[in-house]
């Protein structure tokens, strides 16, 4: 079993930078990419990207490139996704999920095995 736990969710205005954490334990994740997913209101849920946890390669939806960066912290068993330039667009939940043995490309929700609660991001105009 994993669980990951989210947070730095919050109200924010366009144009500022965000970062949010999903906090990682249960057994060894060396095995697991680590995605990044939101879900609007009405919306499915989309892939903002994923890291490898053993080895730190990261991928990104064309979306997000160049705006939105993973990181890992393997002391802290914590995955970060730093977002810049926000705008009313990127207003979401956000959920960090784990997938054994899966490639960081994966886009696909049901791919992943375990899931995070998912934190609010209100990004105002």
């Known amino acids: 079993q994993v669980q990951l736990v989210e947070s730095g969710g919050g109200l924010v205005q366009a144009g500022v930078s965000l970062r949010l954490s999903c906090a990682v334990s249960?057994?060894?994740?060396?095995?697991?990419?680590m995605g990044w997913f939101r879900q609007a209101p009405g919306k499915e849920r989309e892939f903002i990207g994923a890291?490898?946890?053993?080895?730190?390669?990261?991928y990104y939806a064309d979306s997000v490139k160049g705006r939105f960066t993973i990181s890992r912290d393997n002391a802290e068993n914590t995955v970060y996704l730093q977002m810049n330039s926000l705008k009313p667009e990127d207003t979401a939940v956000y959920y960090c999920?784990?997938?054994?043995?899966?490639?960081?490309?994966?886009?696909?929700?049901?791919?992943?095995?375990?899931w995070g609660q998912g934190t609010q991001v209100t990004v105002s105009s």
């Open positions: 999920a784990a997938g054994f043995g899966i490639s960081i490309a994966t886009t696909t929700p049901v791919k992943y095995d375990y």
């Open positions: 249960g057994r060894s994740f060396s095995m697991y990419a």
């Open positions: 890291i490898s946890w053993s080895i730190g390669a990261t």
